[in-house]
C-alpha cells in the first residue's frame, strides 16, 4: 500500500493490505492519502495514480460514465461530514475506462493521523464494463424510460437553484439520449436574447462549441420561423437546414442558418421555456448522427421536459433575484470607515458561495462624543431578507446607544439586548461591541464585551497572534436580563485587531478550534503585511474551500511607536 506520507505509516499500510476487500483512506477534503493493493487491483489503477487526487472526481460515475454532481455524492458527504454511510447500485471508474460497479462503506476512522481520515471500504458487485449507451432516440424509448427520464429531470433541476447548473444539468439528461445536439437560447433582461449553449455528443462526453453561443438578435414579432415563434411562447416546431433555404426573414434567422450548416443537423425541434410570468427561452434538440427524424409523437416528451425545465429556472431566477436584492440591501447598510489619526482601518465583506442564501453578517466603526473609536461586528441569525432588515436594526439601534450614552459595552449591549426584544426583528444574534482609546497614559486601550460571538483576535508586530477570549456572555435574544460582563486590554504600537464572523473559520469538515487555529497562524504569519493585503490574504487563505456561509471582517492597526497616536 502507498500513503501520501511517504510510507511512513507502516501499521497502517499493514492494516489495510490484510482486508479482503478495496479499501482507501481519505482526508478531510476527499483527497486519497493511501490505497490498498486489493483496492488499486479492482480500479486497475497504480497506487501513485490515487493517492492525492480526489476520490469524488476521480472515480464517482453513473451507468453512462458521467461524473455525478458533488451535491449528491454520499461518499463525500461522509468524508466532509466526518459520519458514517453505506450504499450500493454505484460506480467507480477504473483505470482503463470501465465502470466498476460497487457496495461501500465509509466511516471516520481515528488511527492516529494528522488531520482526521475517512475509511472507504469498496467491493465489486458485478462484473465491470463500458459505459452503458444511452438509447439514441426518443422514439426508440420504452414508457418506463420515459417517465425515468421525466423524473430525472424533476430530480435533477428543482435540487440546484443556480440557473447555469440547471441548464448544464438539463443539457446532459437530453444529450445523447435524446439528440445528438441541444441549444439553450435565453431571453434575458429588456428581452435580449442569448445563446446559452451550443452542446454536441462526442465519443460519450458532451462538448460545447463556444463558437457558436453569444449574444442573437431580438425576436422579431411577425416572423413565422421556428425559433422565432418558440421565442415569443407560440409553439413548439419542427426544422431541418431546409427551413432556412429561403431569404431570411430576421437577424435569427440568419443565425440559425448558421447553427444548421455548422453542426449538420438534419432534423431539429424548437420548444418554448415558458413559465407562469412570460417565455424564458426556447430549448433546441437536434438529430445529425442519429438517422431518425423527429416525429409528433415527440413533441408531448420534449414539452413535458421543457415544462418541468423552465419551472425549476423560474424558481431558479426568482431566488436568484431575492438574493440579489438582499445583497444589494446588506451592501448599502454596511457603513464607510471613519478616518482615524495614529490607527489605519479596513473592512471586508464577502457573500456566501452562489447558490447559498443571503446571510445576517455585518460591522460598523464610528468616533464617539468622547474621541472613542466605537467597532462592531456581529451576525443576525437566519439567511434571507429578513436577516439583511434585522442587521440593519440592531446596527442603528446599537449606533444610537453608543453615541447618546458615554457607558461601557457591556451596558450599551445590554440595553440592546433589551431593546431588541420589543422592536427589532432579530430573533437571536451575535455580536462584539468594543471601545478604543488613548489613555491619559498615551496608551491604546481596548474595551470590549462579547455577546455569544467568535472571539477578537490581536496580533502583535512581531507576530504573536491571541485570541481575546475575556468578556464573554450569552447571544443576544437568549437572557435579556443578564448582566454582561466588559474586558480591557492594553493594544501595543503596531499590533492589529481582527474582529470576523463565523464564516471565516466555520467548516462543515473541521471543528471550531481548528478553524480558530488556522486563522491565528495565518493572521501571525501576515504581521508584517501592509494592512489591506494582510486583510485580503486572511480572508483567501482562513476561508474554508467549503464554507457555506457569508463573511464580515473588520481589521484595526495600531500606530507603531514612532507615529502620533491621537485617539
Known amino acids: 500500500m502507498t500513503t501520501g ?17 478495496g479499501a482507501f483512506l481519505a482526508d478531510e477534503q476527499g483527497a486519497i492519502i493511501a490505497v490498498n493493493a486489493r483496492g488499486a487491483q479492482l480500479l486497475a489503477r497504480t497506487a501513485a495514480g490515487l493517492v492525492g487526487q480526489d476520490a469524488h472526481d476521480l ?36 483505470g482503463d475506462g ?19 481520515v475517512t475509511l472507504v471500504l469498496f467491493h465489486s458487485v458485478g462484473h465491470s464494463g463500458r459505459p452503458s449507451q444511452r438509447p439514441p432516440a426518443s422514439g426508440r424509448l420504452t414508457e418506463l424510460e420515459r417517465l425515468t427520464l421525466l423524473a430525472e429531470t424533476t430530480t435533477l433541476l428543482t435540487s440546484t437553484l443556480d440557473i447555469q447548473e440547471a441548464l448544464r444539468r438539463l443539457i446532459h439528461l437530453v444529450v445523447p439520449r435524446l439528440a445528438d445536439w441541444a441549444v439553450i437560447d435565453l431571453i434575458g433582461v429588456r428581452d435580449e436574447v442569448s445563446r446559452f449553449a451550443v452542446a454536441h455528443a462526442e465519443g460519450g462526453t458532451v462538448v460545447f462549441r463556444e463558437d457558436l453561443q453569444g449574444p442573437m438578435p431580438p425576436v422579431p414579432q411577425a416572423s413565422r420561423m421556428p425559433l422565432s415563434r418558440a421565442l415569443r411562447g407560440v409553439a ?4 431541418g437546414p431546409e427551413t432556412y433555404q429561403g431569404p431570411p426573414d430576421s437577424g435569427i434567422a440568419v443565425e440559425q442558418r448558421r447553427l444548421f450548416e455548422a453542426t449538420g443537423m438534419h432534423s431539429a425541434i424548437v420548444v418554448p421555456l415558458r413559465s407562469l410570468h412570460g417565455v424564458l427561452g426556447a430549448l433546441t434538440l437536434g438529430r445529425a448522427d442519429q438517422p431518425e427524424r423527429f416525429a409528433t409523437a415527440d413533441t408531448t416528451l420534449l414539452e413535458d421536459i421543457a415544462r418541468r425545465a423552465s419551472l425549476a429556472l423560474e424558481n431558479a431566477r426568482l431566488y436568484q433575484r431575492q438574493r440579489k436584492v438582499a445583497e444589494t440591501m446588506q451592501r448599502h447598510l454596511l457603513p464607510k470607515l471613519p478616518r482615524t489619526p495614529g490607527k489605519t482601518m ?14 445576517g453578517d455585518w460591522y460598523d466603526a464610528f468616533t464617539l462624543k468622547d474621541g472613542a473609536i466605537a467597532l462592531a461586528i456581529g451576525d443576525v441569525v437566519g439567511h434571507d431578507l429578513d436577516a439583511a432588515a434585522g442587521m440593519s436594526q440592531l446596527r442603528n439601534m446599537l449606533r444610537a446607544y453608543a453615541l ?6 457591556s451596558k450599551i449591549v445590554e440595553w440592546l439586548d433589551q431593546a431588541t426584544r420589543d422592536i427589532a426583528e432579530v430573533s437571536m444574534a451575535t455580536l462584539v461591541f468594543a471601545r478604543m482609546i488613548r489613555t491619559d497614559a498615551g496608551l491604546c486601550e481596548l474595551s470590549w464585551t ?21 468578556g464573554h456572555g450569552v447571544l443576544l435574544g437568549v437572557a435579556p436580563e443578564q448582566p454582561r460582563p466588559d474586558a480591557t486590554v492594553e493594544l501595543p504600537p503596531g499590533a492589529t485587531l481582527v474582529l470576523y464572523t463565523d464564516g471565516l473559520i466555520e467548516s462543515p469538515g473541521h471543528s471550531l478550534d481548528e478553524g480558530l487555529e488556522r486563522l491565528r497562524r495565518h493572521a501571525a504569519s501576515l504581521a508584517h503585511r501592509p494592512l489591506e493585503s494582510f486583510t485580503d490574504e486572511l480572508l483567501a487563505r482562513s476561508r474554508p474551500r467549503d464554507n457555506d456561509d457569508d463573511v464580515a471582517l473588520l481589521a484595526v492597526r495600531n500606530a507603531p511607536e514612532t507615529s502620533t497616536f491621537l485617539g
Open 236 to 239: 413548439s416546431s419542427f426544422a
Open 450 to 470: 462579547n455577546a455569544g460571538h467568535p472571539p477578537p483576535l490581536v496580533i502583535s508586530s512581531d507576530g504573536v497572534a491571541r485570541f481575546l477570549t475575556d
Open 5 to 21: 506520507a511517504g510510507g511512513s505509516h507502516e501499521a497502517v499500510a499493514k492494516a489495510l493490505d490484510a482486508l479482503d476487500t
Open 98 to 116: 470501465t465502470l466498476l460497479p460497487v457496495a461501500w462503506m465509509a466511516t471516520p476512522c481515528d488511527i492516529g493521523l494528522r488531520p482526521p
Open 404 to 409: 447618546s450614552q458615554r457607558r461601557p459595552p
Open 346 to 359: 479596513t473592512a471586508r465583506y464577502l457573500p456566501a458561495p452562489v447558490g447559498s442564501e443571503v446571510g
Open 59 to 94: 472515480l464517482h460515475r453513473n451507468s453512462c460514465g458521467e461524473p455525478v454532481p458533488r451535491a449528491q455524492c454520499r461518499i463525500r458527504q461522509s468524508i466532509l461530514g466526518r459520519h458514517t454511510d453505506q450504499g450500493h447500485d454505484e460506480w467507480f471508474e477504473r
